[in-house]
């Protein structure tokens, strides 16, 4: 028991004698890692070193490196050290700040310390650019990419944001959906003829360590160009036209009209005639259909016409139809006949009445029928083709 009681005696005047030999001893902070925002104030205390100290000596406090001393102000008053932030700080500039504290008065204590900047959400995520133009083809497929957004937020760096379609879409039928930063097209297809532009409004959200959240909007305008769905369909089949012989060039004749349910360039239709133009007679109108007549007509020689138009969009594809066009015969040639038109026949003043004198051959383009006549019908009378003699007591002159 005396031994046991001599040995705490002992382990008391130790302790006591290492006390007494250190003169100076850092007693606060507890911790060394410290965190402010960017928007910290300066001149406000970041945190206050608390010292124990032994000795009469005066205490010398030391911060290193000196570079730290651009931001950390460290203000002595004894046995106690308050740190303050001596600038206002920037996060993109500088994120951590690290330094030493050596404080010395006959023998000397050391702390390190770090202070973590948090950075302040100031700036709201941007859009590069915040205007975007895109295109993309109807009936697209599913998961096809319309447009890659650039989002960035300063305050972090230059991180990522989330982003949202926040209008513009189709309510209810959205045809685009956001797939990381791509814009891309959904199940629901796209259709050229009901809608041919969206103005999506598209909003990215950050995700700050601290402080509320901010967004920033763009705006992606997206034009659906056509596919060539639709072939032109001729209206008003079967086309015709019956027109007379003398129907004057450049009279219009009939109008071949075609629709086609593709809008823009692939509704355009243009019309050529590709069969059935004996003669070049006939000329239409590229843009409207119309055929006009080119040249004289004349049914003698072509009496009816059957024309194959085409209609042709401007994606290429065409529809073809028939037009027939019926040449009206008019009395428009004179009679030829064999012989010509002047004769002198002689014949005996005693001629038998009823003889022949002459025969005639006359043709009519116009006609398989011709009707002949004379005009001295005192002496002649005509039979069919045939002259003959009426009453002979005379000569005769013919022309």
């Known amino acids: 028991m005396y031994f046991g009681r001599l040995y705490l005696v002992f382990g008391t005047l130790l302790c006591c004698f290492l006390l007494c030999f250190c003169d100076v ?42 570079a730290a001393t651009a931001y950390i102000d460290m203000q002595e008053r004894t046995v106690e050290a308050d740190f303050k932030l001596s600038k ?100 629901v297809p796209l259709d050229y003829e009901t809608k041919t532009l969206y103005r999506l409004i598209i909003e990215g959200t950050d995700a700050p360590p601290s402080g509320s959240v901010r967004t920033g909007t763009m705006t992606l305008v997206i034009n659906v160009d056509p596919e060539n769905e639709y072939t032109p369909m001729i209206q008003g089949e079967p086309l015709i036209k019956t027109i007379d012989e003398d129907f004057l060039p450049g009279e219009e004749v009939i109008d071949v009209d075609a629709t086609d349910n593709d809008k823009g360039n692939h509704g355009q239709i243009t019309y050529s005639i590709i069969n059935g133009n004996t003669g070049d007679a006939f000329v239409i109108e590229e843009d409207s259909g119309k055929i006009y007549t080119k040249r004289p007509l004349d049914y003698e020689t072509t009496a009816s016409y059957t024309l194959t138009v085409q209609a042709t969009d401007g994606g290429g594809r065409s529809s073809t ?43 009519d383009r116009d006609s398989s029928l011709v009707d002949y006549r004379v005009f001295d019908d005192d002496h002649f009378y005509m039979n069919g083709k045939e002259l003959q003699i009426k009453k002979s007591n005379k000569h005769i002159n013919m022309h």
Not at 327 to 351: A, G, K, M, T
């Open 321 to 363: 139809t028939s037009v027939t066009i019926s040449i009206r015969n008019l009395d428009d040639n004179p009679p030829v006949c064999f012989p010509s038109h002047y004769h002198q026949v002689s014949v005996y003043e005693n001629i038998t009445v009823g003889s022949t004198v002459l025969t005639f051959n006359c043709t």
């Open 25 to 66: 001893t850092i007693l606060e902070p507890t911790h060394n890692v410290f965190y402010i925002r960017e928007d910290f104030t300066p001149g406000n205390i970041i945190f206050t070193m608390k010292i124990s100290v032994t000795t009469a000596d005066p205490l010398v406090y030391t911060l290193s490196p000196n």
């Open 88 to 187: 206002a700080i920037d996060f993109n500039s500088i994120k951590q700040i690290t330094f030493n504290v050596t404080v010395t008065s006959g023998n000397t204590d050391e702390a390190s310390f770090v202070i973590n900047i948090r950075p302040l959400n100031a700036n709201p995520p941007t859009f590069t650019p915040s205007l975007q133009n895109s295109k993309v083809l109807e009936n697209k497929q599913r998961a096809t990419v319309v447009a890659t957004l650039t989002c960035s937020d300063p305050d972090v760096g230059g991180a990522t944001c989330a982003i949202t379609i926040t209008s513009g879409d189709d309510a209810g039928l959205e045809k685009f959906r956001v797939a990381g930063n791509k814009i891309m097209t959904t199940n």
